[in-house]
Each structure stands twice: as C-alpha cells, then as structure tokens.
C-alpha cells in the first residue's frame, strides 16, 4: 500500500526542536483528525497518544539510537515471518534528511504496530464472530516497550515475546524454507508410468522431507511410501497414488502455499492469548473437534461441517446448554428449496420423515388438508419441525451457544458420514461423532447421560433442557494447518477458499 507523507513542519509553530509541546499537541491533533491520522498511515493515534503521555511527551529516539537501528533491521528481515515491511512505515524510516519529530512518531507508531503484530497477530478476516470479547494482546505493547528501549536490542525483545508453540515454530519453519527455495521447484508434476522417472515429484518430496535426496532412491517400493507420507501430511487418502486430489495439491504454486502459511502464522499469533483452562475448539478446514483441559486434550472426535455453499462460520462463544432429545426446525431455505417440491411429489414424504407442520401459533397442523400445490417460495406460511428421537436429523442432543448464524453443535442420524475423508456437507451446522462423551465431560453426570440415551427409541419425546455451569468457551477456527498425534505438521484444504 502506497504511503503517503505530510511535512508535519508546516502544522507547527517549531518542529525544528522536539518541544514537550510540539509532540504533545501534535498527537492531539492525530486523535482528534481521523483524516490527518490518515494521511500519515497512523492507525490508533491514541495509542501513540498514551505512549508518550507516560514518557511525558518526550522524544525516544535521539537517545536510543541502538534500539532503533535494531528494529530497523527487524524490518529489513520482516517477510521472513510473514509481514510487509510496507506496513511500518519502511521505506520512508530508512530515507536520509526526514523531518525529525515526523519521524520520531513514525517511527515509533511502527514500532509499537510491528511488534503488535509481531506478537499477537490481527483478527483474522474469516473470523466472523467473537461472542466471547477476546483480546489478543498478551502482554501490554507500550508498557514492554516503555521497560526494555534502553537495553538497545529489538532483535533480543522480539524473541523473548515471539509465539513458542510447536504448531507456530512448524509453519514458521516451513514458511521460511518455502520462501528461499527456487521457484523451479513448482513446475508442474505430471503422471508418469513409474514415479523412479518423475523426477518432479521426487524433488518435492525432498522438500516436504518424505525423502532425503534426489540421488539415493531408485526403488518404486521406497517412493511409493514417501508418497503415501506427503499425502498423509496433506490430508490426503494415502494410498500412494498420483491421483487427482494428490496431484492438485502437488501443483499448488508457490504464492498460494506462502499466503495459506501467512495467514495461519498470524492466526496462531492472533490465538497465542487463548489461556481458557477449558474450551471446545472445532477446526472447519481439518473437520475435527477437540476438548481440552489444562492444555491437555481430554476428548477427540470428527465433525460434519459446512458445504462450501453453507459453510459454517468461523467465531468464539460458549456452551450455554445440552438438550436431550431436541427438535429440528427445519430452516425455511431448506424448508422452501429441498422439502416442499418433495412434499408436492408425495404428501407421504412428511410421515416418513417425521417432519410436522405448524402454523404462526406453533399449533401442529394436519398436512393432508393443505393445498400443497399452490405453496412456492413467495408463499408457505407454516414452519416445519421433526419430531425429537434417535431419527431426528440433530440425533438425540444438541448443544447450543450464542451466534447470529443459528448454528449449533448436534448428533446426527447419518452416522456413517463420519467415516468420509472430506466432512464438509452440512447446511452450517457442526454434527459430532461422540455427542454422549461431550454431553458426559461438560454435564458431569455419566449415569444420567446414559439413562437418556436409552430412552431415544421411545416414543412422544419432549426436549430436556440442561444448563451448562460454568459455561464452556467454544472455539470455532478456520486454520490451514495442525500438528498430529506423531507431532508432525499438517496441512488442510482450504474448503471454502478462504486464504487469498
């Protein structure tokens, strides 16, 4: 983004000195004049404003020259950690005979943005929710600023507050290694008769580390396994075949792998503040749930997620309530575009799925006295509900959370879904593979849970309500990337297209 600079000289009385007021009434007029603020690229003047109100309006960098000249070069090295040097003022910090007071605060606007970002990441853009307030500052920017500036080492800062998890130090470590390889690499990988002749294959399994070398393996046995583990590092069925999806990923080009490991670098920065002793995470692009305690995950299972054409939202909120055998209110899309030209073939289609009508009132109608074929999408004035029971499509439980989506995590009577690799085919909704676990870890109550469940095949159910106290954080992530059981790396489609 171009950057444009104003000679803040002509705004002063004096800018050829760093007065105490100068700065002072210059941050004023930054809060005070969004566009001003604009102008120079300054977001959050305010924060600059609170900055030097604890340093009392006075200049930092004539005498930090140092530290200065170390975050410079923290800028210079910034695409190596997924950032734009762009971003913080670059290229006018590093131009001779500027403005001094203009850039003792752009400089330090930069600063402060760059190890904001640095540390703790933006929102991520396919966030679409948070229901919970979380902030992703870990530490208070200007106060650590404020306490090691005069040590002269941003270098030396940037490690001790830089994201430590292993699934951040991975895609790091990637990200860098796939920024510094040739772009020969990604010429396209094509079938061949035997993969000892692709030589384009081999070479990237050398660089996904599924072999050591080009020159040491000439058995299709031994190629045949690595393929199987790039495939399993990519999600893939592993079969050890050149197949079509195994192909698509192998020809991802370059810029697309390092904008996916970009934006999952700032995710896991942005999620580096999440310390909730307990929570539910579900991951929308790998379709799996887990919940975990004391950084431990005590429950794992596969979900069911959104189709890409009713994906599921990405957000933060908490589990309020587990109802056992609930109703399904049938969406009025679903309703409209998927049952009603069903039910205008067969009025049978109703009984045979259990599927009652009701008018405004929630009265229950009897379908055989509508006059089905005059309903169209302009005109069906009734709301359709199944019948809670072990057939219901939501199963037997459903677990609600605060969300302006109307989603929700549920059972499912299509058990079989979950045996599928690729689980992206609810209408939005999250179903779960282990609901009566869930439902035993946040109720607490086993034998109650149990008792329920075997009444799912009896008939006239009523929903049971139960509250869940404390309520649970929920956690519902759109990462492109995770760490499996053996620790390694893994990769994720981007389903819905996402990462740009």
């Known amino acids: 983004m171009k950057k444009v600079y104003f000679s803040i ?196 399994l050398v660089f996904w580390k599924c072999i050591e070398s080009l020159t040491i393996y000439d058995s299709e046995i031994i190629l045949i396994e690595a393929l199987k583990k790039f495939q399993e590092k990519f999600n893939l069925e592993a079969d050890g075949k050149l197949g079509n999806n195994t192909l698509k990923v192998l020809n991802t080009n370059k810029f697309q792998l390092l904008n996916q490991l970009k934006y999952d670098l700032n995710y896991i920065r942005f999620l580096s503040a999440w310390n909730y002793p307990t929570y539910l995470w579900v991951n929308i692009p790998s379709a799996e749930f887990s919940m975990i305690e004391a950084q431990t995950k005590v429950l794992s299972m596969r979900v069911i997620v959104g189709n890409p054409q009713t994906p599921t939202p990405s957000l933060m909120s908490t589990i309020k309530q587990c109802i056992f055998f609930p109703y399904w209110f049938v969406p009025s899309s679903i309703a409209i575009k998927e049952m009603l030209p069903q039910i205008q073939k067969d009025i049978n289609y109703l009984s045979n799925n259990s599927i009652q009508v009701l008018d405004q009132k929630w009265n229950v109608l009897d379908e055989t006295t509508l006059p089905w074929s005059s309903f169209n999408a302009k005109n069906f004035p009734y709301k359709l509900r199944q019948v809670a029971g072990c057939d219901n499509s939501l199963g037997i439980i459903k677990f609600d959370f605060d969300n302006p989506f109307t989603v929700y995590l549920h059972d499912t009577n299509a058990k079989k879904l979950f045996q599928k690799n690729s689980r992206w085919l609810s209408h939005g909704c999250i179903r779960l593979e282990k609901p009566t676990e869930l439902a035993e870890k946040l109720l607490g109550n086993p034998s109650l849970i149990q008792k329920l469940v075997a009444q799912q095949h009896e008939p006239d159910l009523k929903p049971i309500y139960f509250q869940v106290q404390p309520n649970v954080p929920l956690l519902i992530s759109y990462l492109c990337s995770g760490i499996n059981e053996k620790g390694d790396l893994v990769f994720y489609s981007d389903v819905y297209q996402k990462v740009r």
Request: aromatic share 12%; proline share 5%.
């Open 9 to 204: 000289i002509l705004l002063l009385v004096s800018a050829t000195t760093f007065a105490q007021e100068n700065i002072e009434s210059l941050l004023k007029q930054l809060c005070e004049d969004p566009v001003f603020a604009k102008q120079l690229s300054i977001t959050e003047p305010s924060e600059l404003q609170a900055f030097y109100k604890d340093n009392n309006f006075q200049p930092i960098w004539h005498q930090n020259k140092a530290f200065q000249e170390s975050f410079i070069e923290e800028l210079r090295k910034a695409v190596q950690y997924g950032l734009n040097s762009q971003e913080y003022h670059f290229d006018y910090l590093i131009q001779p005979n500027v403005n001094q007071l203009e850039y003792e605060l752009l400089c330090t606007h930069a600063m402060l943005s760059y190890f904001s970002d640095f540390t703790a990441g933006i929102k991520p853009k396919t966030l679409a929710f948070n229901g919970i307030e979380y902030q992703n500052q870990p530490v208070n920017t200007p106060q650590v600023l404020h306490q090691n500036i005069k040590y002269g080492s941003f270098s030396k800062l940037l490690e001790i507050y830089e994201v430590k998890s292993q699934h951040y130090k991975k895609v790091l470590e990637t990200y860098q290694r796939l920024l510094n390889v040739p772009d020969s690499l990604f010429i396209p990988t094509k079938l061949t008769k035997t993969l000892v002749e692709n030589k384009s294959l081999q070479q990237k």
